[in-house]
């Protein structure tokens, strides 16, 4: 592999996707249980609930604030590594880009005044209402910069006329055929993944032994939420096999390692592939791709084949296919195991093997948000602009991609690092009972 300004370009725009993935989902996924916990802990009058509002908000602050330095890097990378892209595209996607700066600061605001305003009104639901708007910002920014993904995908809303960007159509451009399905699938991916590593967070502490009934109420908010938004997911991934299957055939051939034009077309879940296509220790469910891409097993689903060589992305992000679908599946079915004995109270919930599975799920989730990502992106291989632009025609020539490579990669290391730091100071040694016992000594809430 060749380590020229095009193989640089997509290293370090990779790199920093990938790590802005984290931050971006949190950001999206957080604020919503943040009002869950606050609408049970008022309408209960259970203080438990309030402090678990209060610590689930103050830590995601943190996120919040390295999220920003982690798209601001985006935005950057994106006119000095990806010049011609942004010359060709950059007017037709000005909308989105704008409204996700303006949606941030929305939510930006909302989320300072509901900071400072703890336990300011003498009615507590004024407050609860300032999460709205957070809420509300957090998935408009999800919104807006996952249509300028579903553009690149499926690009429209303007004409190339000698190399010049004309007749442009803004809205047309946003509302792409791939916004629905691919705004949908980040929004519910999202918030899945938020529950799963707040699930995560509180079962590790009932198994140190340092659990008490705020970790519990917890952990049943977070897996109650893990359940409905883990089958949001599933429907949302079945959404997108549609999409693909009539709008980007290719990628879905190749996810699915399917070469040749049919119906009745077999669904592959893990196996091997070698140099000649010879698929093995596959496990094959017969017509359940063509079910998947049009609700019949009579759906014709086209083959990796039909397309030029040299358009067909690479194979092995099958693999990436599976780990992502593997992970959703395997957190549908913990969240539902734990709903399940928490309903019938003869059974334990509390159960170490089932505890350690969702403990397990939480950085499997995020695991499963980063191969989403890269079957998105690698699956478009070899586009940058869908049917326009390929990424070696985007990419930059400068020389000095190398050295921007390192200083952005130093710079994820420090903010890792920081992340990781104030979040352990902030939570280690100030334990929610502490907390429950110095603001609301009652233990209710008035």
Known sequence: MELDSVMLSRILTASTLMFHAIFATVGVGIPIFIMIAEFLGIKRKDADLLVLARRWARGYT???????VTGTAIGLQLSLLWPSFMQLAGQV??????????????????LGIYLYTWD??????????????VVIGSTLSAFFITSVNAFMNNPQGFDLVDGETVNIQPLAAMFNPATWPKVFHVVMSSYMTAAFILAAIAALAILRKKGSDYHKKALRIAMVAGLVFASGTALAGDLSAKYLAEYQPEKLAAAEWHFETETNADLIV???????????????????????SGNSFDTEV??????????QPPLWIHYAFDIMVGIGMFSLLISGIFIVLMLFKRFNEWNK???????????LAMIAIECGWVLAEVGRQPWILRGFMTVEEGATTSGDVGIALIMFILLYIVLAIFTVTVLTKMFKNRPPEAEVEKRYPNGWVE
């Not at 943190?62 to 920003?68: K, L, N, Y």
């Not at 004024?126 to 999460?131: Q, V």
């Open 120 to 133: 300011r009104f003498s009615n507590r639901w004024y407050h609860w209402l300032l999460t709205i708007p």
């Open 62 to 68: 943190i996120t919040v604030a390295v999220g920003v």
């Open 302 to 311: 086209i083959g990796l084949n039909e397309f030029p060589e040299e358009e």
């Open 353 to 363: 093997p089932l505890l350690w599975s969702i403990v397990a799920s939480g950085p």
């Open 270 to 292: 893990f196996g091997t592939i070698n140099e000649e296509g010879e698929v093995s220790n596959a496990l094959r469910i017969p017509g359940m791709l063509s079910f998947l």
């Open 93 to 110: 996607i000005a909308l989105p880009l704008f409204m996700e700066t303006f949606a941030f600061f929305f939510e930006a605001i909302f």
